[in-house]
């Protein structure tokens, strides 16, 4: 992540600069310390950890960012063709009407702008109706939640006539917003107005790293980091994502020319607060899966950084899903303390032996640290509320029998939770495909979308609510 600019508004920082690093110099990171005298490290800070722990976890770091760039046009070629091919098959019904339709000439190609094209996200679980759960239910605000943030990773499309066809929603927007870190990554964010009645309320939901696209890996994986005076230090990749801006930092207010590319931050906020300055009925939620939950709670960070006094007070809760670490233990009591101040909640859903919530790393070497409340449901969907998920930094070989063995049953259960829990629940051969990578790696098919809205739906989550 290259950053060569005035960082006067952070009073520390870390700064992985990967394109500045040879294979030598990266072998060179494990053998001497001194990560300042590092020409692909840029950093001040007064504390930094120098042990050889740390190096490795910075020399895996750009590595990986290295790789992923190395490979990011095949990997984006390959993603392509698996999306058009599941659609393919779905655009014709399925394999044989596919030959079939291929044989007579008549075979029908996917748009990838059609309200029909889903991305391998959607095709993991293509539900999207919210009939399951009604209005009025504790459940309601955390399944709408988890909805919004799965059909987030598809097209406008998709997006519209999902919401105004099946939700009976408005569709605000989409917004395609610059991603500072390093590369074409780009950050997206769709808002939605639920409306019913004298209750009216704006649904945020920011996209997650979708499967494919190395630059949000990159943005994953950068274990760089800012120190902002009075919060602590936050995620540097994540930062940028939402909106950082490199010689200024979050100031309160920005002038942007109208042909520069959206700040995701600036531009969310600032819908916000027109929408809710014209209807005194109207609070909003903010949501996201994956690298989408890490923007949700900064967004709210920097509504609190700002003091956002309209948007703090309709402020109903921020509900994340697989949502990796964001800051340190500094970040997490600042958050606790603005979170209680405000009364805001703020829910943090894992599933089971999910891998993304366990990273970046929780001990010596690192300084990322949870905090909220952990609403964690294991294989049958039964909820624990606990401070902190179990294995809280998976790579553990105590764990690994077990989770496997974990995998194997989840697998199990794709034949079975049809009949246990309706055809609604029904898995797909794509699902079922995906869920045997989990024997392999433990805890990757549990990111995906489907267990969450499972949890949502199936757990006993109104236990919770109903207490808070």
């Known amino acids: 992540m290259a950053c060569d600019c005035n960082k006067g508004f952070a009073d520390s920082y870390m700064l992985l600069k990967p394109e500045h690093a040879s294979f030598l110099d990266l072998l060179r990171v494990l053998i001497y310390p001194n990560l300042s005298k590092q020409n692909f490290v840029e950093c001040h800070a007064e504390d930094l950890e120098d042990t050889w722990g740390h190096r490795w976890l910075i020399f895996m770091s750009i590595l990986a960012q290295k790789l992923l760039q190395l490979v990011a046009k095949p990997l984006a070629f390959f993603g392509n063709r698996i999306e058009l091919l599941i659609n393919l098959v779905a655009f014709n019904g399925g394999v ?62 998709f997006l519209k006539t999902t919401v105004e066809d099946h939700w009976k929603m408005e569709f605000v927007g989409f917004y395609d917003c610059l991603n500072g870190s390093k590369g074409k990554a780009t950050t997206q964010v769709v808002v939605v107005l639920d409306k019913h009645e004298d209750r009216h309320t704006y649904v945020v939901a920011f996209r997650g790293t979708e499967p494919f696209d190395s630059d949000a890996w990159c943005t994953d994986l950068d274990i760089s980091w800012y120190g902002i005076p009075g919060i602590g230090r936050m995620h540097g990749g994540f930062m940028k994502a939402l909106g950082l801006q ?208 499972n949890s949502t739906l199936l757990g006993s989550i109104e236990r919770h609510f109903k207490v808070e």
Not at 96 to 123: H, Q, T
Not at 136 to 144: G, M, S
Not at 298 to 314: C, K, P
């Open 96 to 157: 044989f009407r596919l030959l079939l339709n291929f044989l007579k000439g008549e075979l029908v190609l996917p748009d990838s702008k059609s309200a029909k094209y889903l991305s391998c996200i959607g095709k993991l679980d293509a539900r999207v109706k919210l009939d399951a759960v009604k209005r009025d239910d504790c459940k309601y605000y955390p399944a709408l939640s988890m909805m919004a943030s799965k059909v987030s990773y598809e097209n406008v499309a």
């Open 246 to 453: 490199k010689s200024v930092g979050w100031p309160k207010e920005i002038q942007r020319h109208k042909n520069l590319p959206l700040l995701a931050y600036y531009t969310i906020r600032d819908i916000l607060r027109k929408g809710l300055s014209e209807n005194e009925k109207a609070n909003f939620i903010v949501t996201g899966h994956s690298l989408g939950g890490a923007l949700a709670i900064l967004f709210g960070t920097i509504l609190f950084y700002h003091d956002e006094t309209l948007l703090l007070e309709r402020l109903e809760g921020i509900y994340t899903f697989g949502q990796p670490r964001v800051g340190d233990e500094a970040y997490a009591m600042y958050m606790r303390q603005k979170l209680k101040e405000h009364s805001v909640r703020y829910c943090r859903f894992v599933y089971c032996n999910d891998i993304v919530p366990r990273l970046p790393y929780d001990d010596k070497e690192m300084m990322f640290k949870h905090f909220g409340t952990c609403l964690y449901f294991n294989r049958n969907y039964e909820l624990r509320v606990l401070d902190e998920e179990p294995n809280k930094n998976y790579f553990s070989l105590w764990w690994m029998i077990p989770m496997i063995l974990n995998a194997i049953l989840e697998l199990i259960r794709s034949f079975k939770i049809v009949y246990q829990s309706g055809p609604y629940h029904k898995e797909g051969w794509f699902l079922i495909a995906f869920r045997t990578i989990g024997l392999v790696i433990p805890g990757l098919p549990a990111h995906g979308p489907q267990d969450y809205i």
